[in-house]
């Protein structure tokens, strides 16, 4: 998991953000500048505090330490994934393991599975190398 979030992390860092909200296009054309916005930041770390929460329980995970993610994340970032920008899905294709180590809770059961056939479906063929390693823990195979 954390060789994994050092790689999300330095695809955060090189990836060319629009120089404005999100539009329907997949693809930036006009970056602003290298490296995340604060709002990116912001939810690798809490991803990263969630993996750590998750890693501390052992074999007792709680769905509130899966839930801890999702919560602070910026209306740029849900803007980023309505629109289905790559940079956005790619960080929710990450959220989506998490998700499925919690899939025995009723109210869960297979969102993790469902959340990445939705942003498979979704991603810009550019970017799909980013949901193999996703794609290995939700569903057993790249």
């Known amino acids: ?17 629009p120089n404005s909200n999100p539009t329907t296009s997949p693809i930036p054309t006009t970056p602003e500048y290298r490296g995340p916005p604060e709002d990116y930041k912001v939810a690798l770390d809490f991803f ?9 329980a052992g074999p007792h995970v709680e769905t509130g330490m899966v839930y801890m993610w999702a919560y602070p994340l910026s209306k740029r970032i849900h803007d980023d994934m309505k629109s289905y920008q790559p940079v956005a899905l790619v960080l929710l294709a990450h959220y989506s393991v998490l998700l499925k180590l919690v899939e025995s809770y009723w109210y869960i059961s297979d969102l993790g599975c469902s959340l990445l056939e939705d942003i498979e479906s979704h991603m810009h063929a550019d970017f799909r190398d980013w949901l ?3 794609r290995q823990w939700v569903f057993g195979k790249s």
């Open 1 to 17: 998991m954390w060789e994994q979030i050092e790689k999300l992390q330095k695809f955060l860092e090189e990836y060319q953000f």
């Open 48 to 56: 990263k505090v969630a993996a750590r929460q998750i890693e501390l």
């Open 132 to 134: 193999e390693w996703p």
